[in-house]
DNA sequence: TTTATTCGGGAACGACCATTCCCTATTATC
DNA sequence: GATAATAGGGAATGGTCGTTCCCGAATAAA
């Protein structure tokens, strides 16, 4: 079941919502039209399941990420390594299912819009407290506004999604280096 | 002409291309069926026409942002401060051609994929040039990397269209003025 | 063994999609 | 004024979509 449902997450991040059809779907996730509709009410609670168990993959790759780090400035610089390595090559085309719901459902369709945005508001407070950790432990300088600097790597972390998607070339050491200059 | 392609990119941009139809075209181009297809080829003519259209305005607005300032840095604040506006209210739910198709289309439609690296690539290369202007103007510190900051720049303007779209709330003071350490 | 029950498979269905075809005004040409 | 050419409008078409319905096999209950 939930090997099927990555199956299925696979093939809404490359082709997004209204690109995959049933037959898409059915045939990535190795089961009959009938089962898929035994198993979901229709189409949209396929993708709702298949965001939400996205949405917890990604959180646990952040999270251990984030664990290899030995201070606060530490912790948020490998946070950005991640997601830069995340936004590039055969990942980075598969392209991120949060940036690809923002852009294709948000507007048009608000239960996702309403996931969409709790998983911003989470990442972002995830960042903010690795700011404000960074400043508990001297890491980082106390007149950074946590804040202000979360959302702004928010858009730092969506964007690359998108250029990775557009296949740009992205050099995750020296990207990151200069995105640590919003910690000084 | 260029009013029905103006309404039909405002679809493109609210919808997105898959889940607009001829149907949702005509009516916002107030054209029939037929003579839509007398003036294109296709609905993907029609979709590569407005991109067009769409990224010669943008262009236009960009550098209408950047004559604004009075050396390269404060043009570049100027650039910036111009994406954050773009990125919010009706404008940012409406939503970035660029960025739409690059998340819906580029990795599957190569002519528009292209279409998608071109213009980041021209942004990418409009940012670098304000750097290198305001390094010889003495605004901006010779050390910078022009490259690097600039790409990662451009991650920045790609990202806040993503956030605008999801109705996060922008604040266009705080976020540039974050943004602009990456120039010190 | 017989009878219920579950579950995966796939044909069938109605709706809607992109596209084509044809008709009717309107304009330009002679 | 007659005729050719053009442009817009919209019905018709073939295909595909999401969804439902029903069948047959496998399992559990009796």
Redesign the pocket.
């Known amino acids: 079941m939930d090997i099927a449902l990555d199956r299925a997450l696979r093939v809404f991040r490359e082709r997004g919502y209204h690109a995959?059809?049933?037959?898409d779907l059915t045939a990535a996730m190795r089961?009959?039209?009938?089962?898929v509709?035994?198993?979901f009410r229709?189409?949209?609670a396929v993708f709702l399941a298949a965001f939400e168990r996205y949405v917890a993959l990604r959180q646990e790759q952040t999270r251990s990420a984030a664990a290899r780090g030995k201070n606060g400035r530490d912790r948020l610089r490998h946070v950005l390594l991640s997601y830069v390595e995340q936004s590039q090559g055969i990942e980075g085309r598969r392209g991120c299912l949060v940036v690809g719901s923002a852009v294709e459902l948000s507007a048009v369709d608000s239960v996702v819009g309403a996931r969409v945005n709790a998983q911003l508001k989470t990442n972002e407070n995830f960042i903010a407290g690795l700011i404000r950790e960074g400043q508990a432990d001297g890491s980082i300088p106390g007149h950074v506004d946590a804040d202000d600097t979360a959302r702004l790597m928010i858009c730092i972390t969506q964007g690359l999604r998108v250029v990775g998607k557009a296949r740009l070339p992205l050099d995750g050491k020296r990207l990151v280096g200069v995105a640590m200059k919003l910690l000084a």
Chains 1, 2 share one sequence.
């Open positions: 995959t059809s049933i037959g089961l009959a039209t009938g089962s509709y035994k198993a229709d189409k949209h």
